[in-house]
Nanobody, 121 residues
Framework: QVQLVESGGGLVQVGGSLRLSCAAS????????MGWDRQGPGKQRELVAG???????NYADSVKGRFTISSSNAKNTMYLQMNSLKPEDTAVYYCNARGFLRTGLKDFDSWGQGTQVTVSS
């Protein structure tokens, strides 16, 4: 009922930048939270950054000062600006959105299919 489409991943050199986007569509009444998780090779999945509908943000310590999360509530779209990328940022990045559906105001918690980010040294 809620679809998330990620874009913007790719291959970049150390120190470079990428901007990820996540667009939510479907029978959405409201989105209360959007965030990015990532899973690197041989690593556990971790929360990278999140943003609430009120604009509050949180970041993993490993990306603070380098990544910036933002959103457009009107467009149900979230962005992750990633600067000063490091090889350890290499991972599949997953978009997450939580909120309420139009139908009966049922809550939802949806994930995107993931987008690969590779940082080469």
């Amino acid at each position: 009922q809620v679809q998330l489409v990620e874009s913007g991943g790719g291959l970049v050199q150390v120190g470079g930048s990428l901007r990820l986007s996540c667009a939510a569509s479907g029978s959405i009444f409201s989105i209360t939270f959007m965030g990015w998780d990532r899973q690197g090779p041989g690593k556990q999945r971790e929360l990278v950054a999140g943003i609430s509908s009120g604009g509050s943000t949180n970041y993993a310590d490993s990306v603070k000062g380098r990544f910036t999360i933002s959103s457009s509530n009107a467009k149900n779209t979230m962005y992750l600006q990633m600067n000063s990328l490091k090889p350890e940022d290499t991972a599949v990045y997953y978009c997450n959105a939580r909120g309420f559906l139009r139908t009966g105001l049922k809550d939802f918690d949806s994930w995107g299919q993931g987008t690969q980010v590779t940082v080469s040294s």
